[in-house]
């Protein structure tokens, strides 16, 4: 029987908080962690090391980085922004008073095109104060069945806002069917129904595959939301994937919605953070609700400070992410054991199906004792993100490892 690789040397150790080059960074990401006894503080503190392995046949060999491509949620910060976090000036964010929350937001309003904007602690806080800002109490919001807002957001706006969801199905690209809205909208002098208010659209789509919105296709929607007095509301967690694949700039498709909430913790790095962005009024009424869910964060500028340097720097590079999520889609497209609708891989989200009797949590299993770690979607549907941290020779190890798993 093969015998597990034995740890024998150790070659740096790093302390774990001294500020981190992006080497120690994927070093630290990957390499084990160990407790050491502080000689003095009589306490344990944890560091990284960096151990060299004897294999069975004698070779050295250094332990293998693990391949996580569960989401681009899992990306860390880059050391511009730790060192932007540690620099941040600060001030209470709900007296308004924190410096670089407030740049932050006039950075991201200005970015999407709208009058203002507003730091949440997620995207899911985000769109929930979105709702909640919308719509009142019976209210109604139409949704898409494979979204986000109405799949993983816990209802909250159903919970907590007594708005109620109207499901539409979503078309395997991401959009809601034109004549399924017109056919939801309900109209508003008859006493029996719940007032339609909302439209809210995903951009990308992420369970249909990170599927792109078209502007044109946001055009005849906000047409549509105009005849009806509807407002809409764009879930763009990954929207700066959807203007990177598209070649333009976020403003044309935000000019279409009047709010949209964009993630900076996602493909952009930085740790936390989500923006809502609309009008000012929307935007008062949108403090409220998240004071109200405990979304107020006093010296949030170190949160902030990440988020800046995620927009002013890590946009144009989720190309990156897009070219190596094609060479992913097309890897797997060759393996006979696959199924993959090529069409569909537009940014950072491969979506694809087992086709060899396997389910997903045997596969997900199998990867992850090799080291690549994958996102089950149930049945055979198996998801994989890109992000910042994954260069192509991950992806081509990725799929070294798909393929022996398969056999
Ligand atoms: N998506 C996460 C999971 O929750 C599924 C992921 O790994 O993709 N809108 C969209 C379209 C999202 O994909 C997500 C997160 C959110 C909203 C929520 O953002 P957070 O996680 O910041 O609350």
Same mark, same amino acid.
């Given at each position: ?139 109604e ?14 209802g ?34 008859d ?50 994937n ?17 709010s ?13 953070g989500?923006?809502?962005c609309? %009008? /000012? !009024? ?5 403090? #409220? *609700? =998240?004071?109200? &869910?405990? @979304?107020? $964060? ?22 990156e ?37 396997? %389910? /997903? !949590?045997?596969?997900v299993?199998?990867? #992850? *004792? =090799?080291?690549? &770690?994958? @996102?089950? $979607? ?10 910042y ?19």
């Amino acid at each position: 029987m093969a015998q597990p690789p034995r740890p024998i040397a150790v070659d740096r150790p790093f302390p774990a908080c001294e500020e981190e080059t992006d080497d120690i960074r994927m070093s630290r990401a990957t390499a084990p962690i160990v407790s050491i006894m502080l000689p003095q503080a009589r306490s344990t503190a944890s560091v990284i090391i960096r151990a060299t392995y004897i294999l069975p046949n004698g070779a050295r060999t250094m332990p293998q980085k693990t391949i996580d491509l569960r989401s681009d949620t899992v990306t860390l910060p880059t050391s511009a922004m730790r060192s932007a976090m540690a620099r941040a000036e600060l001030g209470d964010d709900v007296y308004g008073e924190d410096p670089t929350v407030n740049r932050l937001e006039a950075l991201a309003a200005e970015r999407v095109g709208k009058q203002a904007a507003m730091l949440t602690p997620s995207g899911t806080m985000g769109n929930l104060c979105a709702l909640l800002a919308h719509c009142g109490r019976g209210d109604e919001a139409i949704v898409g069945d494979g979204s986000h807002i109405y799949n993983y957001e816990g209802g909250g706006a159903s919970a907590l806002g007594g708005i109620v969801y109207h499901v539409l199905p979503n078309q395997p690209d991401g959009t809601l069917a034109l004549d399924h809205l017109r056919a939801a909208v309900r109209w508003l002098d008859d006493p029996h129904s719940a007032q339609t208010r909302l439209i809210c659209l995903e951009n990308t789509h992420n369970h249909c595959g990170g599927t792109v919105l078209p502007p044109a296709y946001m055009a005849d929607v906000a047409r549509l939301a105009r005849e009806r007095g509807l407002a809409i509301h764009l879930d763009g967690a990954r929207l700066f994937n959807a203007a990177v694949a598209l070649g333009i700039d976020a403003r044309e498709i935000t000019r279409h919605v009047d709010s949209v909430q964009f993630c900076l913790s996602k493909g952009l790095s930085a740790p936390v953070g989500s923006l809502l962005c609309g %009008d /000012a !009024d929307f935007i008062k009424r949108a403090r #409220r *609700a =998240r004071k109200m &869910l405990g @979304g107020g $964060m006093r010296q949030a500028g170190v949160i902030a400070a990440a988020g800046i340097v995620a927009l002013e720097t890590m946009i144009d590079r989720l190309a990156e992410d897009h070219a190596n999520a094609r060479i992913l889609a097309e890897g797997l497209a060759g393996l006979p054991q696959i199924a993959i609708d090529l069409e569909r891989v537009q940014t950072d989200i491969v979506i694809f199906e087992l086709r060899n009797g396997m %389910d /997903a !949590d045997t596969f997900v299993h199998r990867l #992850r *004792a =090799r080291g690549v &770690l994958v @996102g089950d $979607m149930g049945g055979e549907r198996i998801r994989a993100v890109t992000h910042y941290g994954i260069d192509a020779g991950d992806i081509e190890q990725a799929l070294d490892v798909i393929s022996s798993v398969l056999v």
